[in-house]
């Protein structure tokens, strides 16, 4: 079996093998995409507080898409003595790691635009000569940030939107979020620009501020997120907002069961799959193996992301097991 059809053990379904090409596919392009308009806003950014705070806000944005292709190469390793329940977490980490950086940078980025703002630093922006004419900078700079953000808002931005729940992949899902949100830092870049051209000098910081403050908003929620999975909280949808529907769909099919009085589940993610302890109390105290092995296959057919199960028989259900009501 190719291993770019599975996680771990997890065969992929066809629909999540040709997601999970196409989000590699995209995670390049915006690597690429991005690298570029690093590069031209560079030649741009100026005296400007606002455009130096977007170029680094570019420059962070490249972590998610990093973190995706190298936790992906640990999350295709099948589970070993050493690490029984594969390397999955690779994601929730590299998810961890982009939110760290993202809090960090921004908090400093925010220091230095309030700094700037009490001790009233002046930006100036001049002129260049362009094909024989004298151009204010300004403009450049409102040009280049309106051309770099169609990427983003219209591009790899929704398609991987669209990615993330096929792929239950919570990483993907914050790189789209952040993209999307992009143009909150094109207009707040380009006010400053125009701040400065029009005299008032305070709308350059401020709008560096802006930014610095949507850099760690995007740190805290996606570190926030990490953290929380990483300790094994009952598993939840991509988007984090609900609890996975899944675990009440694991419990309706055990209490389907004619031997099976009453069931509960404990559901773990993984990163991008999950782990289910489903505990069952059975109308008989002998249970048949050939039962509990069914019952184990029946849930992992449920969907694609169960890659282990364990059904245990017990005379009471545990507190804190989701009853699945």
């Known amino acids: 079996m190719n291993v770019t059809h599975e996680f771990g053990r997890t065969d992929l379904p066809d629909e999540q093998a040709r997601a999970l090409r196409r989000a590699v596919k995209w995670e390049w392009f915006t690597i690429a995409y991005t690298s570029i308009t690093i590069a031209v806003i560079a030649l741009v950014v100026g005296n400007s507080q606002a455009m130096r705070t977007a170029w680094i806000e570019d420059m962070l944005s490249l972590i998610p898409q990093i973190a995706f292709l190298v936790a992906l190469i640990f999350v295709r390793r099948r589970p070993t003595r050493t690490h029984p329940y594969g390397l999955h977490r690779a994601m929730g980490i590299g998810h961890l790691v982009a939110?760290?950086?993202?809090?960090?940078v921004g908090l400093n980025l925010a220091r230095e635009s309030i700094v700037g703002?009490?001790?009233?630093?002046h930006p100036?922006?001049?002129t260049?000569?362009?094909f024989g004419?004298?151009?204010w900078l300004g403009w450049l700079m409102i040009a280049v940030m309106a051309v770099v953000i169609v990427g983003p808002i219209f591009f790899y931005g929704p398609a991987k939107a669209k990615l993330a729940p096929v792929l239950h992949n919570k990483l993907l899902y914050?790189?789209?979020d952040m993209a999307k949100a992009d143009w909150q830092t094109t207009v707040a870049s380009i006010v400053g620009?125009?701040?400065?051209?029009?005299?008032?000098?305070?709308?350059?910081?401020a709008a560096a501020l802006f930014i610095s403050l949507g850099i760690i908003w995007d740190g805290f929620t996606n570190t926030k997120t990490a953290v929380i999975d990483l300790m094994d909280q009952r598993a939840r949808t991509h988007d984090s907002r609900s609890p996975d529907p899944l675990a009440r769909e694991i419990v309706s099919y055990l209490r389907s069961r004619p031997w099976v009085a009453d069931a509960a589940v404990r559901v773990r993610d993984q990163g991008q799959v999950f782990h289910v302890e489903?505990?069952?109390v059975p109308h008989r105290s002998k249970v048949a193996l050939a039962r509990l092995s069914e019952a184990s296959e029946g849930i992992a057919d449920l969907d694609w992301k169960v890659q282990d199960v364990v059904v245990s028989p017990v005379e009471k259900l545990p507190d804190e097991a989701d009853p699945g009501r």
Do not use: P
């Open 99 to 104: 939110g760290v950086a993202l809090a960090a």
């Open 117 to 121: 703002l009490v001790t009233g630093e």
């Open 124 to 126: 100036t922006i001049g």
């Open 128 to 130: 260049v000569q362009l």
């Open 133 to 135: 004419q004298t151009v």
């Open 174 to 176: 914050a790189d789209a």
């Open 193 to 205: 620009v125009l701040g400065v051209g029009l005299g008032v000098w305070w709308l350059d910081g």
């Open 278 to 280: 489903a505990f069952v």
